[in-house]
């Protein structure tokens, strides 16, 4: 249905790039991932939305991909990767993730009332809260006034986001074995014939 790919797409973003020189693997895993919300649009309108803001994603993943073969000597250091422009490319890349972290979650809290798996909704909307509340953090720690005491919360902060990536990973691991696509046909919301799910459970 679209979660296999996105989960696999996500740990390598988030586990796989977290080491530096391995940041060339967001050039894989951001596709996986926009061809896992490719199966999952017709399905929730937010996928749908997410699908088409993901693209945004190939640039960044670009980006780092360069910055990690420069970490390692492969490529010689490069100006855009210091200053001001460096900057705005990290802000731009949290306000980009942020917002499609709130759109796939939101997304599957939606299918997931719909199928009347109440328990998913719930996890969804904790790892929705989690998320929120790490960037939360994260924009506090980044902020000049912060200096002082950012590096006594950095660890907190990082440990947070493992939290939020492992309970996401979980998530689209039992989304993906438990919500199947069914062969009828529903009308959704845009007036296009899309596939109806369905879930394990009520099977």
């Known amino acids: 249905m679209g979660f296999g790919w996105l989960m696999i797409g996500y740990f390598a973003v988030n586990i796989m790039a977290l080491y530096q020189p391995l940041s060339m693997i967001m050039l894989i895993g951001y596709p996986m991932m926009i ?3 490719f199966r999952l649009a017709p399905y929730e309108k937010r996928f749908h939305i997410s699908r088409d803001l993901s693209f945004l994603t190939i640039p960044f993943a670009i980006y780092y991909a360069l910055f990690g073969l420069s970490s390692i000597g492969i490529l010689p250091p490069l100006s855009f990767f210091d200053g001001i422009g460096a900057d705005i490319v990290e802000w731009c890349y949290f306000a980009l993730t942020l917002a499609l ?5 939101w997304g599957i809290a939606e299918l997931t009332r719909e199928l009347s798996l109440f328990t998913f909704q719930s996890a969804a909307l904790r790892n929705l809260i989690f998320v929120m509340i790490y960037h939360l953090l994260y924009l ?8 002082a005491f950012a590096p006594h919360f950095a660890v907190a902060v990082m440990i947070l986001r493992l939290l939020c990536v492992f309970l996401n990973l979980w998530l689209f ?7 199947i696509p ?5 009308l959704p919301a845009d007036g296009q014939d899309a596939p109806k799910s369905k879930s394990k459970e009520n099977t």
Do not use: V
């Open 35 to 37: 061809a896992g919300l």
């Open 182 to 186: 069914e062969e009828s046909m529903i």
């Open 101 to 105: 972290h709130a759109l796939i979650l």
């Open 140 to 147: 506090i720690i980044s902020l000049p006034l912060s200096s």
């Open 173 to 179: 691991f039992k989304c993906h074995r438990i919500i």
